[in-house]
C-alpha cells in the first residue's frame, strides 16, 4: 500500500513537470551559420534534456573504456588471489592431516598465483620447515617477518626449528634475536615466552627464565636453578624462597634454600628450612642433608628421630627411622617402622607429562623437556632407588640435629 501511494505522488509530480512545461509560451531560435531552427519553448527543453542526456552517456562510455584495463588487471589479480588462497587452505588442511607432500604441491599452485601473499609465505614455508628444509624455510619465513599484519607468523616459523636445537651456541644467538625481534610483533605472546624461557634456560640463564615463566612449578624450577646459580647468598636465599613460595610442595626447593642458608653461613636457618621441608614434602635428600655431617650411626639415628619428629607418621618418616635403625643395629625398631612404612615411601623422579623416570630432580624433563614436571612418586620399579643416603664422610663427628 504504501509503495503504491509513492508510486502515485512521483507520478502526479511528472505529469505537473510535464503539464507545467507544455504550457510554457514563447519560441526557440537557433542561428548556426547559414542555419536556422525554431521551436517552441516546450520542444526545446524536451531537445535540451535529451541533448544533455546523450553527452552524459558519451562521457559515462569514455570513461568506462578508460577504466577497463585497470579494473580488467585488478579482476585478474583478485582471481589469482583467489587461486592462491584456496590452494593456500588446501595445502594447511594437508598439513594438519600429516601429509607433507600434498601440502607442498598446494603450496607450489599457492606460490605461482601469489608467491608475496603473506598466507603463500605461510604455508610453503611450514610445508618445507615440516619437509626438513630448513633453507627454504628460513626464506620464506623471512619473507614473512618483513610484512605489517603478519610477521609475528614469520618469526615464529624462524624461532620454531632453532629452539629445538640449544646446544649449539650461534643457533642460541641467532634465535634471542629473533626472539626479540618477534616480541615487537607480539609482545604478549605466551607461545613467545616459552621460547625465551627455553632460550634463557639453554644459556644457563635461570634468573632470566624464572622471570620470564608464568606457570607455578616452571618457576619453582627455574627458581631452584637460579639459586644453585646466583652469584651472591643474598640472591641464593632469595631465589629459594621464591622457590618455596611458588611450591611449598617441591623437596628441592626446600634443600635450594638450605643449601642457600648454608653458603650465607646461617648454620640453624639452614636446619630450620630442612624441618619446614621435612613437614611439608619429606623426601630422602634433605634427610641426606640433615645426616651429612653426623658419622655415628647412633648419632644418625637420634637426628634422624629428630627430622621424623617434623612429620610423624609419614611414610618417608617412617622410611628414614627404619634404615638409621637398622644402621644402628636396633633390629627391632628397625622392622616396627618398616612394617609403617611398608611400600607408602615415595622411590623416584617421574615427569608428570611424559611419564620418563628419573633418578634424580631436575628442572626439565630429558625426554620431553617439559619444565617443572617431575613429581616424587611412589611405585617406579625401573629407577629402583632404595637407600638415598650416602656414607658419612670420614673423620667427620657432629650433632646436625642439635
Not at 509530480?13 to 519553448?41: C, E, M, N
Not at 618445507?128 to 618483513?146: M, P
Not at 627404619?322 to 633390629?331: P, V
Amino acid at each position: 500500500m504504501l509503495r503504491a501511494f509513492r508510486f502515485a505522488i512521483v507520478a502526479i509530480v511528472l505529469l505537473g513537470i510535464a503539464w507545467y512545461v507544455a504550457t510554457l509560451p514563447g519560441h526557440v531560435t537557433l542561428d548556426f551559420g547559414g542555419y536556422s531552427a525554431t521551436a517552441s519553448t516546450p520542444v526545446a527543453i524536451i531537445l535540451l534534456v535529451v541533448l544533455a542526456g546523450i553527452v552524459m552517456l558519451i562521457l559515462a562510455i569514455i570513461r568506462a573504456l578508460v577504466r577497463a584495463p585497470g579494473r580488467l588487471a585488478a579482476r585478474r589479480a583478485l582471481a589469482w588471489r583467489n587461486a592462491a588462497d584456496s590452494a593456500s587452505l588446501r595445502a594447511l588442511s594437508a598439513l594438519a592431516a600429516g601429509d607433507v607432500r600434498a601440502a607442498g604441491s598446494h603450496a607450489r599452485i599457492a606460490q605461482r598465483h601469489a608467491p608475496d601473499a603473506p598466507l603463500t609465505l605461510y604455508v610453503a614455508g611450514e610445508t618445507a620447515r615440516r619437509d626438513g628444509d630448513h633453507a627454504i624455510a628460513d626464506a620464506h619465513f623471512t619473507a614473512l617477518a618483513r610484512h605489517k599484519d603478519a610477521g609475528f607468523l614469520g618469526w615464529r616459523g624462524l624461532l620454531h626449528h632453532r629452539t629445538q636445537n640449544l646446544a649449539d651456541a650461534a643457533t642460541l644467538a641467532e634465535a634471542e634475536a629473533q626472539a626479540r625481534q618477534a616480541a615487537g610483533a607480539y609482545p604478549n605472546s605466551a607461545w613467545l615466552r616459552d621460547r625465551r624461557v627455553q632460550l634463557a634456560m639453554g644459556q644457563g640463564r635461570f634468573a632470566e627464565a624464572a622471570r620470564l615463566a608464568t606457570g607455578k612449578p616452571e618457576h619453582a624450577a627455574l627458581a631452584i636453578m637460579a639459586s644453585r646459580d646466583a652469584e651472591t647468598a643474598r640472591l641464593a636465599i632469595d631465589w629459594a624462597k621464591e622457590a618455596v613460595r611458588a611450591a611449598p610442595g617441591l623437596a628441592p626447593a626446600y634443600l635450594a634454600l638450605f643449601q642457600s642458608h648454608e653458603r650465607a653461613g646461617h648454620p640453624w636457618r639452614a636446619k630450620r628450612a630442612l624441618l619446614r621441608g621435612w613437614k611439608a614434602a619429606p623426601h630422602p635428600d634433605l634427610a641426606t642433608a640433615w645426616l651429612a655431617r653426623i658419622t655415628a650411626p647412633l648419632e644418625r639415628a637420634r637426628a634422624a628421630h629428630k627430622l621424623a619428629s617434623a612429620n610423624p607418621g609419614h611414610p618417608e618418616s617412617e622410611a628414614l627411622l627404619a634404615r638409621t635403625a637398622k644402621a644402628a643395629g636396633l633390629e627391632g625398631e628397625a622392622k616396627r617402622h618398616e612394617m609403617l612404612a611398608a611400600d607408602a615411601a615415595g622411590i623416584g623422579w617421574v615427569c608428570a607429562a611424559c611419564e620418563t623416570p628419573h633418578e634424580e630432580w631436575q628442572a626439565a624433563c630429558r625426554k620431553c623437556g617439559m619444565i617443572g614436571s617431575l613429581t616424587w612418586v611412589k611405585a617406579q620399579p625401573a629407577i629402583g632407588v632404595t637407600a638415598r643416603l650416602p656414607a658419612p664422610p670420614p673423620g667427620v663427628n657432629g650433632g646436625a640435629a642439635a
